[in-house]
């Protein structure tokens, strides 16, 4: 009888080895799944803030000043309240210089943009992307 007991737990360790690679799987598969998302929201928020840019430099382009950190970047032609958050769902902050020549945007994931990286119809270049 005792070849039998034995057969039987080798059953029953194969099938807890099956089950633990089963978890394995599914656990790296949730993994690359949020690392692949979180890296669309960055590109996502990134490209957002060059769209902002391109209508800040427009606005100044209009009026020949940046809005003031009080106005924001409501004072902005057509945008609403869901153009003014990022990818998290966070506000996406705006701060003028005093002499509102220059500004800086950010959104959440410590991802800034500065008007000197802000070109007349380009993107710009780099905007800072923590760990990308």
């Not at 430099?57 to 809005?67: F, T």
């Not at 994931?109 to 270049?125: F, N």
């Amino acid at each position: 009888m005792e070849p039998q007991a034995e057969q039987h737990e080798v059953r029953w360790g194969a099938a807890l080895a099956l089950v633990a690679m089963a978890i394995s799987v599914s656990i790296a598969t949730v993994l690359y799944v949020r690392a692949r998302s979180r890296a669309a929201d960055v590109r996502a928020a990134v490209e957002q803030l060059d769209a902002l840019c391109l209508a800040l430099v427009l606005h100044h382009d209009a009026v020949g000043r940046y809005p003031s950190s009080s106005q924001g970047l409501r004072e902005l032609w057509g945008l609403g309240p869901e153009t003014l958050t990022d990818p998290w769902g966070h506000a996406i902050g705006y701060s003028a210089a005093s002499d509102q020549q220059s500004f800086v945007l950010r959104a959440s994931a410590g991802i800034e943009l500065a008007s000197t990286q802000c070109t007349r119809g380009s993107t710009p270049d780099a905007a800072a992307q923590p760990g990308m």
